[in-house]
């Protein structure tokens, strides 16, 4: 009965917030997790998370998602120390900014499963002004992460019919050219440890992918698994490391993110908001009638 009051009365939402870690992201192989310094939060009505970033002109620019509750959108958005700012005019729900460097220029793929399709743009003037470049290819794709390997563009991902099980391998020879499915698709199928949560990275010769763990709530924790084999036709990885969210945000931690010898990360705590009498008439009435 109170559960229910209290879901009557307020409205239980989610707040991410970003955290610097100034450790390399292998140092969350060992068995304490690397301090953090978190951002300063935004207001309940609305949150930021899926960090990624650059040192570029010697100052450190994170790309990063920022949900609107009111207009239930997530929009990209850029940070260079006090400047914050919304850099991507999209017309769907976008998140998960994805940096790739190659050849001397910088690219973003965001997560705009909405448009079934994942299009990278390329940096006019980093991390202010984009262009999109092309779309790589359609689907209902969510958090696409790139990987370069033994001279091959791999792209790691999950589908929109089962966003936290199921991963999926694309490969490319060129950035730019035809991503074709890999053979084995989908190649894992494991809550625990299959959607992308950040920059997979190369350790003492070892290759380490970041997972989310949804299993108790969606971004409940991180799985880094180490991948054994990669190649068109082959893939394998084995499970090494769980990663627990931090205290403060005990809630969950869904983004491992490397940066020039830094990590950004994310994480999860619930806030509660006092629903206006009108929301609570509503519901109140639509729980008569149904």
């Known amino acids: 009965m109170l559960k229910k009051l209290r879901g009557l009365f307020f409205e239980g939402r989610t707040n991410w917030n970003i955290g610097i870690v100034d450790a390399p992201i292998e140092d969350f192989l060992k068995n304490e997790k690397p301090d953090v310094k978190w951002l300063d939060e935004v207001s309940n009505k609305e949150f930021t998370a899926d960090p990624f970033g650059l040192i570029h002109h010697g100052k450190l620019g994170i790309m990063f998602e920022h949900y609107d509750y009111e207009r239930k959108l997530g929009e990209i958005y850029a940070r260079v120390g006090d400047r914050v700012e919304k850099v991507m005019n999209l017309d769907v729900h976008a998140s998960y900014p994805f940096l790739i460097e190659e050849k001397g220029?910088?690219?973003?793929?965001?997560?705009?499963?909405?448009?079934?399709?994942v299009a990278i743009y390329k940096a006019v003037d980093f991390p202010w002004e984009w262009e999109k470049k092309q779309v790589l290819f359609k689907?209902?794709?969510?958090?696409?992460?790139?990987?370069?390997?033994d001279g091959m563009w791999f792209c790691f991902y999950t589908l929109a019919d089962a966003p936290h099980s199921k991963l999926y391998i694309r490969y490319a020879k060129d950035l730019f050219g035809e991503w074709k499915e890999h053979k084995k698709n989908h190649v894992k199928n494991d809550v625990t440890s299959s959607r992308p949560a950040g920059s997979i990275f190369?350790?003492?010769?070892?290759?380490?992918?970041?997972?989310?763990?949804?299993s108790k709530t969606y971004g409940g924790s991180v799985t880094i698994s180490e991948i054994k084999k990669l190649s068109t036709t082959v893939f394998e990885e084995v499970e090494i490391k769980k990663i627990e969210p931090y205290d403060s945000y005990k809630f969950g931690i869904h983004t491992l993110s490397a940066v020039n010898g830094m990590t950004l990360v994310d994480g999860k705590k619930y806030s509660y908001r006092l629903r206006a009498l009108g929301e609570i008439l509503q519901i109140i009435q639509r729980k008569i009638w149904h």
């Open 139 to 149: 689907g209902r794709v969510s958090d696409a992460t790139f990987f370069k390997h």
């Open 105 to 117: 220029e910088i690219y973003c793929v965001p997560e705009t499963n909405q448009a079934n399709e």
């Open 202 to 214: 190369v350790h003492k010769g070892k290759i380490y992918r970041p997972a989310q763990d949804c």
